[in-house]
């Protein structure tokens, strides 16, 4: 099977050379939503790196996953910043509206978090099994005991936003939770709330912690309203986040201008790497043409410096951005299926040996490869065991092998019935 | 019995474009139309109600929440997909452009839907040209506020009549190719740092 997945993913494009480029778009539309792991894309426009590849791009603002989507369907936008799920969502025709997509091009690693209301943190605290310094499996563990309280005490269950049904926000903060025994879909009410709307939830109670991009955890954490209980790299160092998506058959017949933009991005991402180039990232992304945040929040964010609460308690996480380094911009299909994996494990799809291809073919390195003249050797881990490298652990200490992933699955203790998988129920 | 028995719900958190939808759909037959501009506890009322058509104006960030709304089945009963026909791409991309989207029930004939699109496309384009012709109302009046006050300044300060104030100003924004608007501001402007 994994061979099969390989030899999919690089038969479904030929690239041949590239025909007549003057009939190709060099004028293209983007959109992104604005959160700062949009920076890539953003820094390949406002840093030239687009148009020293002869590329105009137009960046367009985007208020919600499903409208990104939808415009990248119906032809609005050329590319976009999407959530790396989606693609794969969109390859298994799950989701309101599936039309093909792919990615050739990771925008990087990292950014995420789970902020707990103030109120709910405390109440954690008050189990003693955490200090200001736990980490984010004994801080899910205090919940689990905190939220059985609750339950004794007849208390509603709290509620938690994330961003999107195929988002890895949906995907962290489940395998979070049930990393500490909680059953995100019995213990917990998920819901979606847009990022910039979260920490307003949060101060008004409407939620009680949320999972989402950054700078949406630290302004809710300065402002004193939220706690952060867990980064993405607790929960998984290496996991993707979001992608470059575009429609195949555009990525097809624009060969040559998808490998100029992916030598665009990875100019744009090698400099969004350099700490010496913060602060002008920094003053581009807090513009109210892209996110529209305080610059020393985003600042923060960049640097990794996390304020958790407003007391003053602090943690530094290396790398909490990763926009290229250790091969962040490596579309590997062995995440594609991960985020299957996922899929199955909380009942959006089943498992179905006929479209593993299908998932792992949203994901294309040969793609990423060809343009930036990477040998096709590098093809040799693109199913690679994922979290078998001590720093490149899973929370709960679990490891993915591609080329088994029903086994995977059934070996999480907590994950929904597989009897009853979304959408079975019809009436 | 056309119309009358498909529900439709309306997400609009602008009232006013709401009510213009919901006129539409009623003068089309439409007997349950509900509208709802309040985003809170929008999960309840789509279980209770169980629409076949639920039109959403595509600038809101919920739409994101109803995606997961009808992932969940428990929620909601039925699968819903969007758009009526994929096919159909100029009547999406009018869609699109006019910034309205619809989730449709899965199963549901498209020649019954379709006309429910059509007209909350037009609607919304006509909210559209209401919302531009009362901005640019709004404008003249500022405009000619402003005109009225450079006026009043010209005649103080350069003992003019009304008319040759009015006369100086057209005259000065033919000459810098300026709008009139334009040349009163400054008038105003430099009025009031100098007095």
């Given at each position: 099977?994994?061979?099969?997945?390989?030899?999919?993913?690089?038969?479904?494009?030929?690239?041949?050379?590239?025909?007549?480029?003057?009939?190709?778009?060099?004028?293209?539309?983007?959109?992104?939503?604005?959160?700062?792991?949009?920076?890539?894309?953003?820094?390949?426009?406002?840093?030239?790196?687009?148009?020293?590849?002869?590329?105009?791009?137009?960046?367009?603002?985007?208020?919600?996953?499903?409208?990104?989507?939808?415009?990248?369907?119906?032809?609005?936008?050329?590319?976009?910043?999407?959530?790396?799920?989606?693609?794969?969502?969109?390859?298994?025709?799950?989701?309101?509206?599936?039309?093909?997509?792919?990615?050739?091009?990771?925008?990087?690693?990292?950014?995420?978090?789970?902020?707990?209301?103030?109120?709910?943190?405390?109440?954690?605290?008050?189990?003693?099994?955490?200090?200001?310094?736990?980490?984010?499996?004994?801080?899910?563990?205090?919940?689990?005991?905190?939220?059985?309280?609750?339950?004794?005490?007849?208390?509603?269950?709290?509620?938690?936003?994330?961003?999107?049904?195929?988002?890895?926000?949906?995907?962290?903060?489940?395998?979070?939770?049930?990393?500490?025994?909680?059953?995100?879909?019995?213990?917990?009410?998920?819901?979606?709330?847009?990022?910039?709307?979260?920490?307003?939830?949060?101060?008004?109670?409407?939620?009680?912690?949320?999972?989402?991009?950054?700078?949406?955890?630290?302004?809710?954490?300065?402002?004193?309203?939220?706690?952060?209980?867990?980064?993405?790299?607790?929960?998984?160092?290496?996991?993707?986040?979001?992608?470059?998506?575009?429609?195949?058959?555009?990525?097809?017949?624009?060969?040559?201008?998808?490998?100029?933009?992916?030598?665009?991005?990875?100019?744009?991402?090698?400099?969004?790497?350099?700490?010496?180039?913060?602060?002008?990232?920094?003053?581009?992304?807090?513009?109210?043409?892209?996110?529209?945040?305080?610059?020393?929040?985003?600042?923060?964010?960049?640097?990794?410096?996390?304020?958790?609460?407003?007391?003053?308690?602090?943690?530094?996480?290396?790398?909490?951005?990763?926009?290229?380094?250790?091969?962040?911009?490596?579309?590997?299909?062995?995440?594609?299926?991960?985020?299957?994996?996922?899929?199955?494990?909380?009942?959006?799809?089943?498992?179905?040996?006929?479209?593993?291809?299908?998932?792992?073919?949203?994901?294309?390195?040969?793609?990423?490869?060809?343009?930036?003249?990477?040998?096709?050797?590098?093809?040799?881990?693109?199913?690679?065991?994922?979290?078998?490298?001590?720093?490149?652990?899973?929370?709960?200490?679990?490891?993915?092998?591609?080329?088994?992933?029903?086994?995977?699955?059934?070996?999480?203790?907590?994950?929904?019935?597989?009897?009853?998988?979304?959408?079975?129920?019809?009436? | 019995?056309?119309?009358?028995?498909?529900?439709?719900?309306?997400?609009?958190?602008?009232?006013?474009?709401?009510?213009?939808?919901?006129?539409?759909?009623?003068?089309?037959?439409?007997?349950?139309?509900?509208?709802?501009?309040?985003?809170?506890?929008i999960a309840r009322s789509i279980e209770t109600l169980a629409p076949d058509v639920i039109i959403i104006d595509l600038e809101s960030p919920n739409r994101d929440m109803l995606e997961h709304l009808f992932q969940l089945s428990r929620s909601v009963s039925r699968p819903i997909a969007m758009f009526v026909d994929r096919a159909d791409t100029e009547s999406i991309a009018a869609a699109v452009d006019a910034g309205v989207s619809a989730y449709i029930v899965d199963g549901l004939r498209k020649e019954r839907v379709k006309p429910i699109l059509d007209m909350?496309?037009?609607?919304?384009?006509?909210?559209?040209?209401?919302?531009?012709?009362?901005?640019?109302?709004?404008?003249?009046?500022?405009?000619?506020?402003?005109?009225?006050?450079?006026?009043?300044?010209?005649?103080?300060?350069?003992?003019?009549?009304?008319?040759?104030?009015?006369?100086?100003?057209?005259?000065?924004?033919?000459?810098?190719?300026?709008?009139?608007?334009?040349?009163?501001?400054?008038?105003?402007?430099?009025?009031?740092?100098?007095?």
């Amino acid at each position: 099977m994994t061979e099969a997945a390989t030899q999919k993913t690089s038969q479904t494009v030929p690239l041949s050379a590239p025909q007549t480029t003057r009939m190709e778009a060099k004028h293209l539309r983007a959109g992104f939503i604005p959160l700062v792991d949009a920076s890539v894309l953003i820094a390949a426009v406002e840093f030239g790196f687009a148009a020293r590849q002869g590329l105009a791009i137009d960046l367009v603002k985007d208020v919600s996953w499903a409208n990104v989507r939808d415009r990248l369907a119906f032809q609005q936008f050329d590319i976009a910043h999407m959530l790396s799920p989606m693609p794969v969502a969109s390859m298994l025709g799950l989701g309101s509206n599936p039309s093909p997509t792919i990615t050739p091009f990771s925008l990087g690693q990292g950014g995420n978090a789970i902020t707990l209301s103030v109120r709910l943190f405390q109440r954690m605290e008050d189990t003693g099994l955490i200090t200001a310094g736990s980490d984010a499996l004994a801080n899910v563990k205090a919940l689990a005991s905190t939220l059985a309280t609750m339950r004794a005490a007849g208390e509603p269950m709290p509620t938690f936003g994330m961003t999107y049904p195929f988002s890895s926000h949906n995907y962290e903060f489940r395998y979070w939770l049930a990393a500490g025994g909680i059953d995100p879909d019995r213990d917990v009410r998920l819901v979606v709330v847009p990022p910039p709307l979260t920490s307003d939830a949060l101060a008004a109670g409407a939620i009680d912690g949320f999972c989402v991009g950054a700078p949406w955890n630290m302004v809710a954490s300065e402002r004193g309203v939220g706690r952060i209980v867990a980064a993405k790299q607790d929960i998984w160092p290496s996991a993707p986040e979001k992608v470059l998506g575009m429609r195949p058959d555009w990525a097809e017949s624009n060969q040559d201008t998808v490998a100029r933009l992916i030598t665009a991005l990875d100019e744009a991402a090698r400099w969004c790497d350099q700490p010496g180039n913060r602060d002008a990232l920094t003053e581009a992304l807090s513009s109210a043409r892209y996110i529209g945040a305080p610059g020393d929040i985003i600042r923060h964010v960049l640097d990794g410096v996390f304020h958790l609460d407003a007391k003053g308690n602090q943690r530094v996480v290396d790398h909490y951005f990763r926009f290229h380094t250790d091969q962040a911009n490596y579309p590997r299909p062995s995440q594609a299926l991960w985020i299957y994996s996922q899929m199955i494990r909380w009942g959006q799809t089943r498992f179905d040996a006929d479209v593993v291809a299908k998932a792992s073919s949203a994901f294309r390195p040969d793609i990423y490869r060809a343009a930036l003249g990477l040998p096709d050797t590098l093809a040799a881990n693109d199913l690679r065991v994922e979290g078998a490298m001590e720093r490149d652990r899973f929370i709960d200490g679990m490891i993915f092998d591609p080329a088994d992933i029903s086994t995977y699955v059934a070996g999480f203790p907590v994950r929904a019935e597989p009897e009853v998988p979304a959408g079975s129920d019809d009436i | 019995m056309t119309h009358s028995d498909l529900t439709i719900l309306v997400i609009d958190e602008n009232a006013i474009r709401a009510s213009i939808i919901e006129e539409g759909l009623r003068e089309a037959g439409h007997l349950h139309v509900t509208i709802i501009n309040e985003v809170h506890g929008i999960a309840r009322s789509i279980e209770t109600l169980a629409p076949d058509v639920i039109i959403i104006d595509l600038e809101s960030p919920n739409r994101d929440m109803l995606e997961h709304l009808f992932q969940l089945s428990r929620s909601v009963s039925r699968p819903i997909a969007m758009f009526v026909d994929r096919a159909d791409t100029e009547s999406i991309a009018a869609a699109v452009d006019a910034g309205v989207s619809a989730y449709i029930v899965d199963g549901l004939r498209k020649e019954r839907v379709k006309p429910i699109l059509d007209m909350a496309v037009i609607r919304f384009r006509a909210f559209d040209r209401l919302q531009r012709e009362l901005t640019e109302a709004r404008t003249a009046l500022e405009e000619r506020k402003v005109i009225e006050r450079a006026k009043g300044i010209l005649m103080k300060l350069r003992g003019l009549s009304e008319e040759e104030a009015f006369a100086l100003l057209r005259q000065s924004a033919m000459n810098e190719k300026k709008k009139m608007a334009e040349i009163a501001q400054s008038v105003v402007t430099a009025a009031s740092l100098l007095m």
